[in-house]
């Protein structure tokens, strides 16, 4: 079991070794959470990504997201995300995605663990592109481990996320992996933080890029 546990580590990282792109980038967010019910929960949430070594903005993403809970171990949810690129001097493009989700989850003594699978949509903008109505279908597998500590607020995590593409007209493959480890931490009742590490790699491509992505968010929860 132990040598099936490497071997999967490092076929998953080997790819990195010889990409012919390595980067590093940052992702800050802060989300808002608002929980009208035990079993309802409504999500806003602004992100900054940024590249080539943290220098430069890649994307800001603003989403909302609507998450019901069906049962104890399954919960669903949809969301839509609008996505900012910047362009020449002050002009963004804009794309806009919507997506629909599954997510089981089990805790097992102080282990907890989940599978989530999101099935997603991106358009390019609307109005200024011919071929704004020509989506890209992905979907998105996440599977994730993590311990809670014994004060109760300390919860490392590690999780590892398939992009798997299904755009019509093409043949259906998996084009990148995340792979992440991080710490989330309730500050109190309402406040959590989230630092983690991924490490992004393209898969299919002639010149696949790695990218070295450190990030932190922070959540404040309404009830």
Known sequence: MKKSI?????????PAAVAQYQDA???????????????WKIGLEEEARFFENMSRLDKINSEVSIDYQISKFLDAGILYRLISRPKNGNRF??????????????KYGGWNGSLKATFQ?????????????????????????????????????????????????????VDQYRLAIGI?????????LDVFYKLQQELQVKNPSTSHIFGIGYRYIFR
């Open 6 to 14: 490497w071997f999967f580590i490092l076929l998953c990282i080997s």
């Open 93 to 106: 493009d804009f794309n806009h995605r919507f997506g629909a989700y599954l997510n089981v989850q089990k």
């Open 25 to 39: 980038g940052l992702w800050a967010g802060l989300m808002l959470r608002f929980e009208p019910g035990k079993k």
């Open 184 to 192: 989330k931490q309730k500050l109190n009742k309402r406040n959590r």
């Open 121 to 173: 949509k991106s358009f390019s903008e609307f109005r200024h592109s011919d071929d704004w109505y020509v989506p890209e279908n992905y979907v998105r597998g996440v599977a994730e481990v993590s311990r809670e500590l014994k004060n109760k607020k300390t919860e490392p995590y590690t999780n590892i996320e398939f992009w798997y593409r299904v755009s019509a007209g093409e043949p259906a493959f």
